[in-house]
């Protein structure tokens, strides 16, 4: 058994032993800039080096190579820097396993999907750059190659939009979180943001800003209330749980703002994607907003789900033109109108969905599987524990080609502390880069079991100590039953009370539900 998370496409093992306690001695190669961050990770503590060359092979594929390691030597062949840095990371896991003293093996390796993300929520709590290096850094080592960097929500905006300063200086802050009454804040400047993005490309990951509409959206509209329904002056959200105020689809100027921010965030992400985000938009306020209602009409739409599906196509179109696809979660009420050229992060399919979701990949729309059950890293073992996360069908229903591949998503609404967030995080963060890069075939659940002693190893090298236990990620019933409690608890029904009393004032004040008057 080699001591290497995602188990390699093939791996020989060889007799012998190689000696790499003095660290390694690297030949010349065109790709310095992995070499030189793989010799930060390795502490020599004796003086003979093993040597290591690479070879570029035009025949591999991007993310393809080969790694062998003999006694005296290894070599690297890969036919650009992604293989290249991927060979690293195979080898410094069995140079941390072992101590320095290495298996000899004949390995040739290449992913199964070429989409594998990790979402990183920064919306319910504001990570510090360092901290989402070191989530990107973590990325790489588990050979991950999408950062889904979800950036705008009802509780803080994040990102620096130079024409709206107000969604930072403002909408960057809440006064306090739940019941705890410390403010909370942060933001990323533009300059921050690139430095994000180049960090990412130096390690071979492209990054997918999230700027989430219609809904998602209170921390905006409090800078600006005109891009609500009824131009609400309400807080930047204070409180979890989903949130009525969502963005005016009815009035010319909420469709300039969207337009002007994502002028600012394509250039800031030139990697081609932008994920517009679409979910958890009620439409309690559009069906009693005259603009809304005017669009509608306008447009000969049906009805409020058909509005979001045009507001969607209208930005899709915008970047369409800019050489950008648009992503979006899958929304059961907007879907067979929703335009199929925008790719879905698929979250919450249910089995007896599945040959809806199947035919969208017939009509052409590239899906990814970022299901709640069992990718989303927030939820508790109990409803996703390690052994679902590893055993998971990643296709979800038949495969199809469409089917690109899938992300494990960390929302933090839960998530304070980075200690909490390392919890959550792993080893289901290992169980799901597995199942995304290796063949269903080779993998086996209890031959990864016998591989997370290698696996905290390699975490604690990067100091990260604070994981969960095999035992703790796959709880039993009585102890899962506890958890599950503790954390419905903590999402408290608060904010479920607030939009029923908040729902009736506004109808009270505003007008009848449009379909109550037929
Ligand atoms: C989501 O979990 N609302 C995408
Ligand atoms: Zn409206």
Redesign the pocket.
Known sequence: MLNIIPKPLKAEELPGKADARGGFAFAPCEWEQDTARFLQYISPSKEVKLPVTAEKDPSLEKEEYTLKVSEDKVKITASCSAGYAYALESLRQLYVAGGGLMPCVNISDKPRFAWRGFLLDVGRYYMPVDTVKKFIDIMLMHKLNVFHFHLTEDQGWRIEIKKYPLLTQEGSKRSHTNFNHKPHGGFYTQEEIKDIVNYCHERHIIAVPEIDMPGHMQAAIHCYPELSCFDRKLPVATHWGVKHDILCAGKDSTMRFVKDVLDEVVELFPDGYVHLGG??APKTRWEICPHCQEKIKQLGLENENQLQAHFVGEVKDYLKAKGVQTIT?NEDEISGKAPADVAWTV?NVLEKDFNKMYAEMERGRTLINAS?VPNYLDLTYNKNPLKAVYTQPVTICKPHEKMVGAEASLWTEQIPTLKRAYFMTFPRLGAFCEAVWSEDMSRNYDEFLARIPAYEKLLNSVGISHTASVKRANPGKLFGALEQLWFNKVQLCWHGLHNLIDNAKVKKKYGKNIHDKK
């Open positions: 979910d958890e979660w979250w709640s």
